[in-house]
């Protein structure tokens, strides 16, 4: 009975200090917080204060256009993006001297039957080969000429625009000349030309396609002259001409072309104007048609 009543009375004491403890710190605890409160409205500033007039007026940033962003500009060189500028397009300025460009005429315009479904660019890259007549000039003024000729050879070229294109040609023929001395023997000429032209297409992407060609280049011409002396010279070349294309198919083009082998005289020889007439089949290259196997089997290459 002694040890039950002793272990009650234990136990009722120890609750009782338990009770206590816990008043003891919640009461720590509320006093705590309101010190903490207390010291950080005393340390807070109203904002209005921070508005303080001075000689230079309100402080930077606590204007109302502090919040705004700056204009913005670019890392690089504005000149970089020249061609964003309605002004300077790319090839726009030859507008001025009255060609035209996709940059400014579009496609085409609506002449020889605008292309539908295709398109030359879409197979932007050709070889090509042109066969026929050579209209020989003087050799040597007054002295040695040339027979008319076939003049034949093989072109590769590109369209890099609608109306614009670049192409290197290679052209050779083997004709004779003719002197004006009776006696002298009539003896072969070789002649050989290499050129890189620029080509205007005036229609844009039209199925007929007319052009005027341009370029710069060198012509090999080698022959025994009326004295029986070797001349075998390299001259520098202007041709230019025109002629018309024609889309039959999207890898195949016709192709007719007059042009004036301009050769400028030099190492005894003459300038000379020589004309070549001539008809050439054109193989188109470059198209990337899209894939859709297997949800498609058979797909259409333009």
Known sequence: ???????????????????????????????????????????????A????????????????????????????????????????????????FGFRHSSTHGRNVGRGIPLKGTSWLNRPYHVDWFLGPLLGDDLISNRVSQENV????????????????????????DTSAQFATPQAEP??????????????????????RPYFLWGLGVAQVDFLDDQSLNHNATLATMPFGGGVQFHQWPWLVWRLEVLDNLAFGADGLSTMNNVSLTAGMEIRLGAKPASYWPWRSSRKVW
């Open 150 to 173: 076939v003049f034949g050879g093989v072109r590769l070229g590109w369209d890099f625009d609608y109306y614009w294109g670049l192409e290197w040609r290679l052209g050779w023929a």
């Open 187 to 208: 003896n072969e000429v070789s002649y050989v030309v290499s050129d890189v032209d620029l080509i205007y297409y005036p229609w844009g992407d039209s199925k007929v």
């Open 1 to 47: 009975m002694v040890a039950n009543r002793f272990y009650s009375f234990a136990r009722k004491r120890a609750f009782g200090a338990l009770r206590m403890w816990r008043y003891a710190l919640v009461g720590a605890a509320l006093m705590i917080f309101w010190c903490a409160q207390t010291a950080a409205e005393e340390s807070i500033e109203p904002v």
């Open 49 to 96: 204060d921070l508005y303080v007039e001075t000689d230079s007026g309100a402080c930077d940033f606590c204007a109302p256009e502090a919040a705004q962003f700056d204009t913005w500009e670019s890392l690089t060189d504005d000149s970089a993006n020249y061609w964003q500028q309605e002004d300077l397009l790319p090839f726009d300025w030859v507008r001025h």
